[in-house]
């Protein structure tokens, strides 16, 4: 499934289906979260994007639990996990895979890359030429892989986790607009509160070692509930603030770049996630509301005289959060 794609689901989904998929959602969470200490909201996020069937972007400083979320989630999840360092001599076959040559028999067989996974950890992207990057175009939208003219599909479901460090950017590229836009999320991690971090750091703390955790699900379990919730029940009203929202940002002087409408298509989808996680059947403005920095502020440029005026991406979508008029409380429902 491409990320953010509404999949049509022949009904709503029953409330005993939500109320299974809420305990799935719960136990996901505390397994990532014994080994990720107070980053509920965090993990809670990434959790959306992949039952929405999208990718994510770690961004943040070194040292705040990035590859420990994602190993985490994988080991949780109990599909095929692989990790990808990338470096700036890494080549586009290195993560897609290559065909080969068997001199036993003389046939040409394809040999398959880390992508052909359920997790793929992509540690530190922005360290690879912009030609490797593009490599995960094909497979980050299209969950196939076409090498020397025959395409190859991905395992389903299939999540990029990727990393980077925004402060470090000595040997760095930076992400083409085509990849950003491919991600789902972009999400900070940050510092744990006082009270967490000295938990972290007493010895003996279960913080960072994922080798333990035990799967609580199955890729085929995730899928059947990404298709069940593609059917959560959001109204007219509601769906034509979240293309406001989109609008705006799309008018604003201060953007040389708004919102793309596959960024609209994954808010929309990401916010029927989030609905069933905060125990509704249906979709709120403040789902579009709260999901609209992670979602789409990664998609914005600014211009060259905003940049230098001090401005950021947050601050513009939180401006533009507020200048839109929200709908009636009584046109949320059905």
Not at 54 to 71: C, S
Not at 73 to 91: C, I, M, N
Not at 209 to 229: F, H, K, N, W, Y
């Amino acid at each position: 499934m491409s990320q953010g794609t509404s999949v049509q689901a022949s009904q709503p989904p029953s409330e005993v289906a939500l109320a299974e998929f809420r305990v799935l959602h719960r136990k996901l969470g505390d397994v990532v979260e014994s080994v990720l200490h107070g980053k509920r909201q965090v993990i809670d996020l990434v959790l959306v994007a992949l039952f929405s069937g999208g990718h994510v972007l770690l961004e943040d400083v070194p040292g705040t639990g990035k590859t420990t979320l994602a190993r985490a989630l994988a080991r949780a999840l109990g599909g095929e996990s692989r990790r990808v360092q990338f470096t700036p001599d890494l080549l586009p076959a290195d993560v897609t895979g290559t065909t080969v040559f068997n001199p036993g028999d003389g046939r040409i067989s394809f040999r398959e890359g880390p992508v052909f996974a359920n997790i793929l950890l992509a540690d530190e992207i922005n360290r690879a030429a912009a030609k490797t990057q593009s490599a995960l175009l094909e497979v980050m939208e299209e969950r196939t892989v076409t090498v020397d003219g025959i395409t190859h599909r991905v395992p389903d479901p299939m999540l990029v986790v990727a990393t980077q460090n925004p402060v470090d950017l000595d040997g760095t590229y930076r992400l083409p607009e085509a990849q950003l836009d491919r991600f789902l999320m972009r999400i900070s991690i940050g510092y744990p509160d006082a009270e967490h971090e000295l938990a972290i750091m007493r010895p003996g703390s279960t913080a960072g070692r994922t080798d333990d955790l035990i799967p609580v699900t199955r890729p085929g379990q995730i899928m059947e509930a990404s298709r069940l919730l593609a059917g959560v029940h959001i109204a007219e009203p509601v769906l034509r603030y979240a293309h406001a929202v989109g609008a705006r940002i799309r008018a604003d002087q201060r953007l040389r770049l708004g919102a793309s409408t596959r960024g609209l298509r994954a808010l929309v989808r990401c916010a029927q996630v989030l609905a069933v996680t905060r125990n509704r059947n249906f979709v709120l403005p403040s789902d579009i509301q709260f999901l609209a920095g992670p979602v789409l502020t990664h998609r914005l440029i600014l211009t060259r005289e905003a940049a230098l005026a001090g401005d950021s991406a947050e601050l513009i979508m939180k401006d533009i959060i507020d200048e839109v008029d929200v709908p009636q409380p009584g046109e949320h429902g059905r």
